[in-house]
């Protein structure tokens, strides 16, 4: 049984900064990629960014220069660096591996 484990979220003024963190449990995490989700009310679940596990990156077109992921494998730990949030950013975070989602962690920016 995998389970993900998001933190981080929380309320910031637009301009500000973020960093979520996921920790996943077992040991298959470095042989595959892990990526960051996000769900804004009324609108389809979309990737933000993903990481190999050879640490090659893919963002959304939205969020490219603006956020960062990264992830340490001796801590099955993938991490979300969000600078220069935008009100548009306002949405649920999931953390995904595989078929697997974490529970999701709150990110709300006020303009």
């Known amino acids: 049984q995998v389970r993900l484990v998001e933190s981080g979220g929380g309320l910031v003024q637009a301009g500000g900064s973020l960093r979520l963190s996921c920790v996943g449990s077992g040991s298959i995490f470095s042989f595959n990629s892990m990526g960051w989700y996000r769900q804004a009310p009324g609108k389809q679940r979309e990737l933000v960014a993903d990481?190999?596990?050879?640490?090659?990156?893919n963002y959304a077109d939205s969020v490219k220069g603006r956020f960062a992921i990264s992830r340490d494998n001796a801590k099955n730990t993938v991490y979300l660096q969000m600078n220069s949030l935008k009100p548009e950013d306002t949405a649920v975070y999931y953390c995904?591996?595989?078929?697997?989602w974490g529970q999701g962690t709150q990110v709300t920016v006020s303009a």
């Open positions: 990481i190999s596990s050879q640490g090659n990156t």
């Open positions: 995904n591996f595989l078929l697997y």
